[in-house]
């Protein structure tokens, strides 16, 4: 069974970690507050939603997350207008997973959807997630 840990860690660097190349996408920097939800086929009760807040700059817009014992790769990622793309793949306690995601930008929010299956049961999960800028960073 996959452990809570892991699917938090999963949630928080999926939001929040891009390996970004190219263009940036047009995002106002400050300080944000990132709202995920996370649905899996046949529960009959979705995990609640997560919200955390980060800051985001001009270089550093989506700064890297991630929770001690986990280990997850952000690969392949594209930018193109202010949609970012991306494959990931993590190992912890839980177990191994394999994602792809997507996030559109639109100056002070964000849209996204990322796609999660574990290794080698091939259980999916989809996560939610939008974000708004909420004022200047710390």
Not at 62 to 80: A, I, K, M, N, Y
Request: charged content about 15%; some cysteine; glycine content about 12%.
């Amino acid at each position: 069974m996959i452990r809570t840990p892991l699917i938090v860690s999963v949630i928080l660097l999926a939001s929040a970690s891009f390996s970004l190349a190219g263009s940036k996408p047009n995002v106002k920097p400050g300080k944000w507050e990132v709202t995920t939800r996370m649905e899996m086929p046949g529960m009959q009760m979705n995990m609640p939603p997560m919200t955390h807040t980060q800051c985001i700059t001009e270089t550093d817009y989506v700064p890297q997350t991630g929770q001690p014992g986990e280990e997850c790769e952000v690969t392949r990622t594209r930018v193109s207008g202010d949609t970012v793309t991306w494959t990931m793949h993590c190992l912890g306690e839980g177990g191994e997973m394999n994602g792809t995601g997507k996030v559109t930008y639109q100056g002070d929010s964000f849209k996204g959807e990322i796609s999660m299956s574990v290794v080698p049961t091939g259980m999916s999960m989809t996560i939610y997630t939008n974000g708004r800028r909420i004022g200047a960073c710390d």
